[in-house]
């Protein structure tokens, strides 16, 4: 029954949120003292952001990967994208909200340490919206289209993690991942945006979108517009951080061969 699956949302949920709990407390350090060496040379405070970005990567290749499932195969929501059968999405979206909300709990507890306003924001931005499509199943395309954006997180993560353990900006491994995280966060948060405001405003004025009621209907609009403000400044950011390891990383590159010292 309806009640059974309410139930089971609400357990995944749940579960998400415990896992990434003991995730965070456990599971990252013992992990990362066997496979990165470097992590026990860090302080408190780098092994709290370390910690929090490591449940963050996983987190995202979960719900990347069902994403990206829901998106191909799940016809129901294809088809529909405003009342679809929503169950798919429902338990990705659980899933997400699980760790949305540990993630806050955490930010909110260490915040001398990862303490950010920017990601308190972009949370609440999304557990609002979400909060419509598990209460009432609505617009499961769109927040299943929202979650591809998790795409570009492990790349993100990946960066400060190379920071934090030393290796040079010039160096071979940050300017591969550098450039992959530019070429993804573009592609997940960027050029998508034409195709989701096209699918959005070709639902305006039809039955499907009147049904929704205005709370929604601002929920959704209100929650889209202010995610993508803020990923469009991340992009500059990252793009401009992408030019000066390619660019300034190459000239003094140059710089050195032809002095034999950085001038």
């Known amino acids: 029954t309806m009640d059974t699956f309410k139930q089971l949302i609400l357990g995944i949920a749940l579960a998400s949120f415990t896992i990434f709990q003991v995730a965070f407390h456990f599971l990252s350090s013992w992990c990362s003292e066997r496979l990165a060496p470097g992590f026990n040379t860090l ?13 963050s990567t996983l987190h995202a290749l979960v719900v990347g990967a069902f994403c990206l499932y829901i998106l191909w195969f799940d016809d129901a929501v294809n088809a529909d994208p405003v009342w679809g059968d929503a169950t798919l999405v429902k338990i990705n979206v659980a899933i ?19 303490g950010d306003k920017f990601f308190v924001a972009h949370h609440l931005a999304a557990l609002y919206a979400y909060y419509y499509v598990l209460g009432q ?42 450039v992959t995280m530019t070429i993804m966060f573009f592609l ?44 469009i400044m991340w992009m500059h950011k990252i793009a401009r951080g992408c030019y000066k390891v390619l660019v300034v990383g190459r000239k003094q590159k140059v710089a050195i061969q032809k002095n034999g010292k950085l001038d």
């Open 43 to 55: 302080n408190k405070k780098q092994k709290i952001e370390w910690n929090s970005r490591t449940v």
């Open 96 to 114: 997400t909200t699980g760790y949305l909300i540990s993630d806050l709990l955490l930010i909110i507890y260490y915040w001398n340490a990862i």
């Open 137 to 178: 199943g609505l617009l499961p395309y769109f927040a299943n289209f929202r979650l591809l954006a998790e795409f570009s997180t492990p790349c993100v993560n990946q960066r400060w993690f190379f920071d934090v353990l030393g290796y040079p900006k010039s160096s071979k491994p940050n300017i591969v991942n550098g």
């Open 188 to 231: 997940v948060r960027i050029a998508v945006i034409p195709v989701y405001y096209g699918r959005m405003i070709s639902t305006f004025g039809t039955e499907a979108f009147h049904r929704l009621g205005r709370a929604a209907q601002c929920a959704w609009i209100i929650s889209s517009i202010s995610l993508d403000i803020m990923n």
